[in-house]
């Protein structure tokens, strides 16, 4: 016989009741997400390949040797290549949308100052924060290519469009934005290293460029920037294709707590600690301003050594590549030659052997949007951001358009409960 829903708190609820009760919270928790006012204005990234939103396209669309222009790249989220040498989703990207901002536009990809009203993103994959003449000039063969003076070259141009004429109309605007200014200074690093430039004279680079992050954080604060978020270098021990080309019988050389080259993550500690260094110099400076230190290394330590906890069960190992031990080989890397690509992008740490997977970038932004990995907090240093506290707060990041509200939800069941308790 089957059962109804009559009588004072008795039987079930109705199956019409039950969807009326998930629409209706579904409903209320997309409004909370949607009518919350932006945290900041804009944002502004400056960087390479992990913050590239698709500027990539627009310098090398023609080049047809470069995997990263076309699938597999970008099918988790976007199905598509978006020129993000991902599957899907950056750090950038999950920033942007916690602020409460549409996916930071590609600069190249605009042309009215109306393109960029969320603001702009500078970053281009390759690009390296030093110029190709220092390393000339120290011997290091080195073409031309993409670096942090051109970014900045791109950002004095985007005021102009922004402030025809009088470049003081803009100082409110940059005042009250979000600048991105890295992941960068990987690539001076990465190409020496993969042409085999002895490992002792890359670390002599490592002031250099960390001064040159520094003269450019100098710069866009003299240009009116109040907030800026600068990130640090990720574990290079754990790139799968670094473990493949330096591969080691000696135990002591890897970590035993990650399995990421010992020796390697050291190097990264190192450029982490004079990056450190240089901002506490630069924040006695402009003791008005806010420099907030990412710290990308301990966020994505935290997903190497516990995968499980961001649902993934090959932190070491890519998603796309040649397979082997760490999904990489030196016949075949991701979108070339006869690669392969995982069933499940969402189990893996790496996406292609060198770029993180949506989902570690997505268990590293959660550590830095929490305040764990930024500082100061990047949740106290923008107070005006309910987003953010409830990030905080909330046990998971769920989805790219909103915190999931769980008190609000319990209070919506709550109601229909009491409803219902009446008919």
């Not at 940059?174 to 600048?179: C, D, E, Y």
């Not at 979108?335 to 893996?348: A, I, L, S, T």
């Not at 590293?364 to 707060?393: F, M, N």
Request: net charge neutral.
């Amino acid at each position: 016989m089957a059962s109804s829903a009559s009588g004072r708190g008795g039987g079930f609820l109705l199956p019409a009741a039950v969807a009326a009760l998930v629409v209706l919270a579904v409903a209320v928790v997309q409004a909370r997400g949607s009518s919350a006012a932006p945290c900041v204005p804009r944002v502004f990234s400056f960087g390479d390949s992990l913050a590239d939103t698709g500027n990539f396209p627009f310098l090398y669309g023609n080049d047809s040797r470069e995997p990263a222009l076309r699938p597999p790249y970008g099918e988790t989220f976007f199905r598509r290549a978006t020129g993000r040498f991902s599957d899907g989703r950056l750090i950038v990207d999950f920033i942007a949308d916690t602020m409460g901002l549409p996916f930071v536009r590609p600069y190249l990809s605009g042309r009215t100052a109306e393109d960029f009203a969320s603001g702009a993103n500078f970053a281009v994959g390759g690009a390296m924060a030093l110029g190709p003449d220092f390393f000339r000039g120290r011997g290091v063969p080195m073409g031309d290519r993409m670096h942090l003076g051109i970014e900045m070259k791109w950002f004095h141009d985007l005021l102009d469009l922004l402030c025809p004429g009088n470049r003081t109309d803009c100082m409110g605007m940059i005042n009250q934005s979000l600048f991105l200014v890295g992941e960068i200074g990987g690539n001076d690093y990465n190409i020496p290293l993969l042409s085999r430039v002895p490992f002792e004279k890359i670390r002599t680079f490592t002031p250099s460029v960390v001064n040159k992050i520094s003269s450019t954080i100098n710069e866009l604060i003299g240009l009116g920037a109040k907030t800026l978020l600068v990130p640090g270098n990720l574990p290079i021990g754990c790139v799968p294709n670094y473990l493949m080309i330096f591969k080691s019988d000696k135990k002591e050389d890897y970590e035993p707590e990650t399995g990421c080259l010992r020796w390697m993550n050291e190097f990264s500690e190192y450029h982490n600690r004079l990056l450190v260094d240089e901002l506490e110099k630069l924040r006695k400076l402009h003791s008005g301003v806010s420099i907030i230190y990412a710290d990308y290394y301990g966020a994505a330590i935290e997903v190497y050594r516990s995968p499980k906890q961001f649902g993934i069960e090959h932190p070491l190992a890519a998603c796309c590549g040649g397979g082997g031990s760490y999904g990489v080989s030196v016949t075949a890397r991701c979108g070339y030659g006869e690669y392969k690509v995982c069933d499940e992008p969402q189990k893996y740490g790496s996406w292609d052997g060198f770029h993180p997977s949506e989902a570690a970038y997505k268990g590293i932004a959660i550590g830095l949007l929490r305040g764990t990995y930024t500082q100061p907090s990047i949740a106290t240093t923008i107070s005006s951001c309910p987003q953010l506290i409830e990030l905080g707060s909330s046990i998971e990041y769920k989805n790219c358009s909103t915190v999931l509200h769980i008190k609000v939800v319990a209070q919506v069941i709550g109601w229909f409960l009491f409803f219902l308790h009446f008919l």
